[in-house]
């Protein structure tokens, strides 16, 4: 064989192990920190009570609710059909496999909006993007959807519309049961105007 | 005749520059300008510990001697700080703080034992873009518990001793269970109010609601 050809095979050889062995430094695949301060001051992450509790009745399959706080207060009490991520565990392999489902929207909640903000910047660091956070929280689940509040009379129409939803999600939500009474229809006696040879609509 | 074997030397020499070039691509061009100084382990313990956090103690000290040992930044936009915000505050946007100007300015601080305290509207709206500092390896940076609003009742309430205001993040104001269970069977027409529920709130210290 000609020498020049095993150079040329050896020196390829080096080459070849080379690239495989430099990237290991910055194929971590994680966000860019200027791309995830950026992601970080939009506000479309944020999705209201509102939003969640209109997913949970529709049984939208495309939702997936994360609880992120630790696993004794999920077992206290938890939204329909959310699975418990402790943030504890976000940086462990298991937590990123939990959080594998790109076509889902995922939305983190805890009881105020703090802890399920870290997590969504820790989610977001990781590569996430399909990551969401429940405005408020729980907090905001109870004073919007458990116990509405009723707005002013002189509230838009839009508020009162709202408010009717909550009333029904708040049932749905407590399982409590809505119980129909039968009135008594009253005979509805119909008088018909005499019809007068005036004519009408003017002369 | 291969050119080749013609010119051993010179293919040798090609090579050589063509694997160097490579080489020095690969290690120059790959690095963004910010890179993480945290392992999301560190970072999840940043979360969790609260690392960072500025309570109203240290926030009421902070203010009493302004400018010593902490440059407070108000991340809000012009708008919302126009309209009032903590006295000293400087405003920077989030992402602006990245900026290698900034950048430097708060690694100069650092050297000289400033702390930088970051605040908004909420904990939560300064949250983020302080987790971003920690983690590229700014550590004197700091976030403010309850954010300007927090601020705000703060300043309200003093001279008022009755009045204990606190802010604890990501504190539950209800009892969840208690609240959100079944209230059985109600009629349509019912008031709102509904009697037979003996609800146990947890007793609420004043705690700020809306969040801190």
């Known amino acids: ?203 | 005749m291969h050119v080749h074997e013609l010119n051993p030397k010179k293919t040798l020499v090609t090579l050589t520059l063509f694997v160097i070039i490579i080489i020095i691509g690969l290690l120059t061009l790959s690095q963004p300008r910010l890179v993480y100084k945290m392992d999301m382990k560190q970072s999840v313990d940043l979360a969790l510990n609260n690392q960072g956090f500025v309570d109203q103690t240290e926030l009421s000290d902070l203010l009493k001697n302004p400018g010593q040992n902490t440059v407070l930044i108000d991340i809000r936009d012009t708008y919302q700080y126009g309209r009032g915000h903590i006295p000293g505050a400087e405003n920077i946007s989030a992402v602006e703080l990245l900026s290698e100007d900034n950048l430097k300015r708060i690694a100069d601080l650092d050297a000289q034992g400033i702390k930088v305290l970051l605040y908004g509207n909420t904990l939560t709206e300064a949250n983020g873009p302080f987790m971003v500092l920690r983690q590229i390896g700014y550590n004197n940076t700091k976030v403010l518990i309850g954010g300007y609003q927090f601020y705000q009742r703060l300043e309200s309430s003093k001279g008022d001793s009755s009045k204990q205001i606190s802010c604890v993040p990501d504190q539950a104001e209800y009892n969840y269970a208690e609240i959100a269970k079944s209230n059985g069977t109600v009629t349509e027409g019912d008031s709102p109010a509904k009697k037979p529920v003996v609800i146990e709130r947890k007793k609420k210290t004043n705690a700020v609601a809306g969040g801190c």
């Open chain 1, 1 to 203: 064989m000609n020498k020049n050809y095993i150079i040329l095979m050896s020196m390829l050889l080096v080459l070849a192990a080379g690239l495989l062995l430099l990237p290991e430094k910055n194929n971590t695949k994680q966000m860019n920190p200027e791309e995830l301060m950026w992601d970080i001051v939009q506000p479309t992450r944020y999705v209201t009570t509102d939003d969640v509790a209109k997913s949970i009745i529709e049984q939208d399959p495309l939702l997936m609710l994360v609880d992120v706080r630790p696993e004794s207060d999920f077992q206290d009490f938890a939204l329909s059909g959310a699975i418990n991520l402790p943030l504890e565990g976000f940086a462990s392999d298991d937590t990123r496999a939990e959080l594998d489902y790109p076509k889902k929207n995922i939305v983190f909640y805890s009881n105020d909006d703090l802890r399920a903000d870290q997590a969504w910047v820790l989610a977001k660091r990781l590569g996430f993007n399909n990551v969401y956070v429940l405005r408020g929280g729980l907090n905001q689940w109870i004073k919007t959807i458990i116990q509405p509040v009723e707005p002013a009379q002189t509230a838009s129409a839009e508020e009162f519309s709202q408010y009717t939803f909550r009333k029904g999600a708040s049932l749905f939500f407590t399982g409590t049961k809505l119980s129909t009474t039968a009135t008594t229809k009253e005979s509805v006696v119909v008088t018909r105007k005499k019809k007068s040879s005036a004519v009408a609509g003017g002369c």
